[in-house]
């Protein structure tokens, strides 16, 4: 199985920065995706940004140009740099591990609350 604590959330102002964490462990080694997932007030939980193992990496249309998922394995952490951060972007952040393919298990953090005021 696999743990994750997100960290790094907070308040910041419009057009500011944030860098979330996510350390992971557990069978780390079996992780085969990552990502960061968001849910903002009255909304579903929408994919923010992936990479895989191999270092490819996804991201959502609405965050293209603006964030950046990155991962350090000597520390089994997962960063997501947000920069450029609009009011739209509140929301509670989730950390996201991809495990096999059939079929795959999923796990999550616990989440991390983002808030960017104008």
């Known amino acids: 199985q696999v743990q994750l604590v997100e960290s790094g959330g907070g308040l910041v102002q419009a057009g500011g920065s944030l860098r979330l964490s996510c350390a992971a462990s557990?069978?780390?080694?079996?992780?085969?995706?990552m990502g960061w997932y968001r849910q903002a007030p009255e909304k579903q939980r929408e994919l923010v940004a992936t990479?895989?193992?191999?270092?490819?990496?996804n991201y959502a249309d609405s965050v293209k140009g603006r964030f950046t998922i990155s991962r350090d394995s000597a520390k089994n952490t997962v960063y997501l740099q947000m920069n450029s951060l609009k009011p739209e972007d509140t929301a509670v952040y989730y950390c996201?591990?991809?495990?096999?393919?059939?079929?795959?298990?999923?796990?999550w953090g616990q989440g991390t609350q983002v808030t960017v005021s104008s």
């Open positions: 557990g069978s780390i080694f079996s992780i085969n995706r």
């Open positions: 990479i895989t193992s191999g270092g490819s990496t």
């Open positions: 996201n591990a991809r495990v096999g393919y059939y079929p795959p298990s999923t796990y």
